[in-house]
């Protein structure tokens, strides 16, 4: 459960349309501090995932789709990153030979409870309080 730079830039320009008002990849790009390049490759992942919606033509851009109190940093983040692991002998069908039925691995069993937290504090607050300052 590594925060990528794309989870941090997810959020960054989740956050630069937070006001409502359209806005086009070059102004969120220079707001925000992401290159051009990525700034499109994740507006296009947050628009897959239902977060943003585009719109062509003059006054074109993107625009925020996303119920910012309900959202949290762990939706944005799996939205663009899939493996939101701590380390990947906690992902779903990892073999490990040290963490056999019967003789489980206290390592493996410490990352799984640090997955844990990490995903309930990822969880803890919505977009909005954190943006907006409602109960953080």
């Known amino acids: 459960m590594l925060l990528t730079k ?3 830039y997810a959020i960054r320009i989740l956050r630069a349309l937070s006001d409502g008002t359209p806005s086009n990849i070059q102004t969120i790009s220079q707001a925000e ?3 051009v390049p990525m700034a499109y490759k994740l ?16 006054g074109g851009g993107y625009t925020l789709t996303a119920d910012l109190k309900s959202a949290t940093l762990y939706d944005v983040c799996l939205a663009v990153d899939k493996d ?3 380390t990947e002998c ?3 069908g990892f073999s490990c030979s040290r963490n056999l039925p019967g003789s489980p691995c206290r390592v493996h069993q410490e ?3 640090i997955q844990k937290i990490m995903r ?6 919505s977009l ?3 943006l907006f300052g409602s109960s953080v």
């Open 90 to 92: 906690v992902s779903p």
């Open 43 to 58: 507006a296009h992942k947050l628009e897959q995932a239902g977060y943003l919606k585009s719109s062509r033509g003059p």
């Open 120 to 125: 309930k504090e990822l969880q803890w607050n």
């Open 33 to 35: 501090q992401i290159s």
């Open 84 to 86: 939101l692991f701590v």
């Open 128 to 130: 909005y309080d954190i």
């Open 111 to 113: 990352f799984i409870r």
């Open 6 to 8: 794309e989870c941090d």
